[in-house]
């Protein structure tokens, strides 16, 4: 086990997937010669060669497209999207191929495909480069979608993705490159569609994945000095989603509240939250909460931003409504 | 009628370009047809001569409807167009349901029904429930509650819940007269001093607040109960316990026939412009359907009087688990013996029905005279 | 009665050329079946037929070998016949069908066949143009001399798909063969009305593509350009554009009353039918006589036959099947 970054856990695993498998390779924009927009990439174009870095124009319906291609041609492309806000481009041939090709087909094809994106807000980058979408892909019926919050998910949940013979796409949250943790390089892949208690506790359940983990554990500390002990579930994949993980820790505390960066509206919480009410209305012993970004696009201003993502406080706050004025 | 566009389920034959006896082949247009994605061609699919038009031009008529008939070289006959049934496509099967977490030893009761155990003073864990995966519902928790002051001799299938209630009732009567020895006393009161009094009382109110008599005569039945209180018990399967507090239920006829006694709640301890409220909302709720269970099963004693109905006594039915009924009928003008000399007076027959396993002639005639006595004095009720 | 605007080529072999004719029998019959099934209801959704357009599919696929990659648009029953997938398949897939080539699920637009290669099918314009570019980029990296030919419209020159996929391909030197067919029309809209730049040869010439147009009326100069095109795409010099001619004499689909275009254009260009055309020619060189047609025409008409009657016959999926082939692995 060693103490690296997200950013670097994200590199080895790339890495070793482009070291153990010739038919893996990278495509995106600026992930050769640049180093990466994150520099996660760093360092692989010299190490591997143009043949298997490949920066590509910006043309993300094509290159994602071809890595759809590449892969029903027996690669195992791992496509970088540069952020989540541009794979708005690209998403006739991730909802009309990546996802449909082998149903219309009939189960002949499958589409062995890795997406990776950086998403997320929190940097001042304004409305068009702070989307966090993967709700909307979350929607998809064919593709899969993880978020890893942990340098050690983002390895396991990336050798994953490479393993798995349908669509893949990770949410790699921007905030996050940098937070240091504990990672197995020998460890083997992860299991995507599993959720991990990440604090256990009694008085709610806070659910939530990606860049709002941390901010959940946060909370659940401030809470603590107050003697309310929260549970706190990293959902890590949201399609498929881990449900059997989300019904037991409402089955325990008996309250939920859901964290998500996405607008609250359609929200992937209401997912979460409609699936809480479906198989665990009779645990709850009040609604379930919602912490979400507020109905603005995000702005400019550093307190406005701050003020339309979901804070440690608007988790504490919500915790402590759904204690305090039903319990 | 061809099916032409995606989700076309009648068209309008605008014109047919052949008549009959005109030779057609494969690939010909014979008629157009307006959708409503504009004016479509129709061709035919085989080679021979129309032998009859069946449609008229300016008809609409549904798709598959046969156009034409056209006699095929070989002789044999080809409708235009009616489709061949296919083999029939698979029923649905049933939906997975999704999945259930489980509390152990937690109830599956719903928020809603949790509030109206509560109100309605029920034990949910003693419900059985009705509602998803054997949940507690709202109407499991009524009629729980209407259940357990009177259960049913059969069962209730009642359209409505007023009609339902009737049914308990009528079941609990047929009941009492089975299990209950009745004991009946009557006795007639002059009502002189109390019809005075009232008359005076109520020319000091504004009409909203006026008394009536039956105002009087609860107040008197709650007093009297106060010194005979074995009265105002409750029978609990092998002896009666008298009650704490002195709820009286009134009887109330509805519209459309049936009768219900809700409560009039700690009847001694309210003044008479109390019970005249409690009255009047009693008797709009109970007639638009709004009574609670509750009000249903709270009574120690009932109280009937059918004076406006014009019948001078009443003897009535025990409710169980209340061990008396008090009868009152309408106040009428008899002749009256005063100091040897007759004279024309308000009297009011009131009756006592009552359990004998509870109470004797002896108690219930003291109750009586109880509550001739207090209408004497009408000012101290 | 030979077309005097193209010059005379010399003569086929027999065999091919009674192949090549048959093949476009082949289509035009079966189009024509679903034509009608289509009215009876027996089809449902949308159906695009390739009436005029035989020669395009049946001459390119004579340069396409067993191994190269296929794909198409939603008009791709002609390359699905030529390429070889049997008729009872596509008119079952047509039926919605357990035994149709997409298991029922795809329908008239959706034809896969992965044994043949041939990827589709897809009903997006414009769509499958990087699906191609990307399978040609697998054949690049592991070293397959192989062709993906990419069939699409003059409407899907106008989506950007189409320009970041030629650039894309003649970036990376990679071998795919786009075909245009050019047919005049995207959807209702003339080419003149969307392409400020109607000649498809300058657009690929805008990306270093070389570009070649045929009329694509003419089975065997369809036949000719296209074995030529390949031929420098298989020797590894970078994608081909050939811009195929040609017209479709029925409507965009089942539901079009065709308000956009003359029926007088339709007439002159059914003058140049390329199954006539074709048999006049055959006729002239003598390598066909009516004995010879009648038996192609009964074969044809045999084999549109056993396609309806393998659909009429075939399965439903069950309906327990539904949520199947939506993951390659059951979720456990």
Redesign the interface.
Known sequence: MIKMTYRDAVRSALREALRGDPRV?LMGEDVGRYGGCFKVTYGLLEEFGP?RV?D??L?E???????????????R?IVEIMTVNFSLLAM??IV??AAT??????????VPLVVRMATGAGRQVAAQHSHSLEGWYAHI??I?VVAPATPADARGLLLAALH???PVFVFEHSALYGIDGEVDEGAAPDVI?RALVRRRGDAASVITYGGCVGKALQAADQLAADGIEVEVLDLRSLR?LDTSAILASVARTHRAVIVDEGWRTCSFAAEVSAQIMEGGFYSLDAPVGRVCSAEVPIPYAKHMEDAALPQVAGIVHAVRETIGSHG | M?????DMTAGTLTAWRKRVGDAVK??DIIAEVE?D????D??V?TTGVIERILVQAGETVP??TVLAVITEEAGTQVFV????P??P?????PAAPPPIAETPGRPRISPLARKVAAELRVDPASVRGTGPGGAVTRDDIERAAADRAQPPARPVEAPDRQARMRQLIGAAMARSKREIPHYYLGTTIDMSRAMTWLAEENLKRPVTERLLTGALLMKATALALREVPELNAVWRGAEAVPSPAIHIGVAISLRGGGLVAPALHDADRRSLGELMTGLRDLVRRARSGGLRSSELSDPTITVTSLGEQGVETVFGIIYPPQVAIVGFGRVVERPWVVQGRIEARPVLAATLSADHRVSDGHRGGLFLAAVDRLLQEPGAL | MIDSGSPVPPPPPRAHALELLSQMLLVRRFE??S??L?????I???LHLYIGEEAVAVGAMQALTEDD?IVATYREHGQALARGIPAGALMAEM?GKAN???????GSM?F???ARRF??????VG?G???????????R??GRPRV?ACFFGDGAVAE??FH??L??AA??RLPVLFLCENNLYAMGTALERHQAQPDMRLKAQGYTIPAEAVDGMDVLAVEDATLRAAAAVRRGDGPFLLEIRTYRFRAHS????E?YRAKEEVEQWKSRDPIALFLGRLRFWRLLDDADLAAIDARVAGQVDEAVRFA?AG??E???DL???????V?P
Not at chain 2, 89 to 93: F, Q, S, T
Not at chain 3, 129 to 139: E, I, K, Q, Y
């Open positions: 390779f043949e490949r590509t124009p043309s319906s094509t290159f994602l497209g071809a890595g759809v291609g590449a892969a029903l041609g027996g690669m492309p006739d041939q009309n191929n090709l082998r149903h219309m087909s009939g189960g002949q094809l499958s019926p064919g899969k798995d013979p349908d569609g498929p | 061809p099916i032409l566009t995606v494969r690939g959708t994605k504009g004016l479509i129709v061709e699919f798709t598959g167009a009616r489709p061949v296919g083999a496509v698979p029923a649905a099967p | 024509e079946k034509a009608e289509y009215t009876l209801g027996k449902r959704g949308f990659g039926y149709g080539c997409s298991r029922g699920r795809g959706h896969f066949d992965v990827y589709g099918g897809h009903a997006i769509g143009l990087p699906v191609a570019v990307g399978l040609a980029l697998a054949d990296m592991l993906t950007g798909e970041e996929s650039n894309l970036l990376w089942m539901a079009d009353p308000l009429e399965p439903w069950p309906l327990e949520c199947r082939d939506v993951y390659t692995r979720q």
